[in-house]
């Protein structure tokens, strides 16, 4: 009798069991996180916390984030299509040139994956496209963030060189130097993106029933991998070039008010890379660092504000045609003869520059014969004068 009441106790007992999370050692209890969530498996079921489930499934995350990606999609792609358009066919091939056609195919390589993450949340956060396409889409948004900084910074130091030192500037300023800028860019670029293609990012969840990509990690994997490499990015991918692009913009302010040349131009610049770096990029390094190094008090409240600044940091791919078409001057009347339909000069066939060379000959002789009868006139003028 004693044994069947004992049975039937640890029978009613099990329910119970199930609903308290075990210790993350225990094999019942192998535990991941979401961000900072943290996500246990109980009895063979992966769960999370009703406050966990509502911040994932929040209107926020699957309405309001999407609808910002698609904004960034439908106002960068164009703007970055054409930029590249007049980088490539209308303007002269020179450094700073090649520097802003390497910016813009990168910004275009992560327009053409933000259909993807919009997609997944729009479905309320859950991946259906397969392991790879969630690495690849995950690494570009990445790998973007830190190449652009780092192009940036290289148009900063084009910029320094040609204006505080113009006589070394026609010796540096070369094909060569503009093609090993370009390919530090793709080597940033590769290497921000090589641990995120070579680690798995998609975990599925029983409750809810959905597939994460990149937010639901073991915890072994965050704490051991991903908090070194992107403490590393922030070091030497955001704050070394942000330091860089301060010091070549200063120097150069300072050469051309010591020459008592104009700076207006050279101020508005230096704000649009300052915007750049400061709203777009470092909030979401910022909420990177603690959400994975879990020192924010209550870490759960991190998970909405870090997908925000993810969101908003993706929309410097649209804002960077607006920084070159500041920075460099040619691009400026070339796009504005683009919009406008005017064609260049460069553009008009020979024949019709002949005829306008010739035409203008024609006006300049026909200039230069009224010149000279004017002069005659006023050199008879004295003498009317006197006889009168």
Known sequence: MKCLVGTLLLVSAL??????????????????????????TRCNLTTLKEKQ???????????????VYLFTFCVGLPTNLLALWILVFRTKRRPLTTLLINLTVI?????????????????????????????????????????????????AVDRYVAVVHPFGAKSLRSRRWSLGLTAAVWVVMLAAMLPLLLSQQTYPLDDPKITTCHDALPESVQENYFLPYFAT???????????????CHSAILRTLLAEGRKYCHTIRVMGLMIMVFIVFLLPCNVLLILTYSDSWPDGEDLYIPYMISLTISTYNSSFNPYVFYDVCRDCRERTRNALCCVPDMEDIPSSQGTHTSSSARQR???????????RGRLTQQPEVNMMT
């Open 107 to 155: 910004d275009c390589l992560l327009l053409l994956v933000l259909p993807f993450r919009i997609v997944y949340l729009f479905r309320g956060s859950h991946w259906e496209l397969g392991e790879p396409l969630c690495r690849i889409v995950m690494a570009m948004l990445y790998g973007n963030m830190y190449s652009t900084v780092w192009s940036l910074a290289f148009v």
């Open 15 to 40: 329910p119970s069991l199930c609903t308290v999370a075990p210790p993350p050692d225990s094999e019942c209890g192998m535990s991941y996180r979401l961000r900072t969530f943290r996500v246990t």
């Open 364 to 374: 300049s002789k026909v200039t230069l014969l009224a010149m000279t009868s004017y």
């Open 233 to 247: 990015l922030f070091t030497t991918c955001f704050l070394l070039p942000f330091v860089i692009v301060m010091f």
């Open 53 to 67: 489930v509502n911040e994932i499934k929040a209107w926020t995350t699957n309405l309001v984030l999407p609808i």
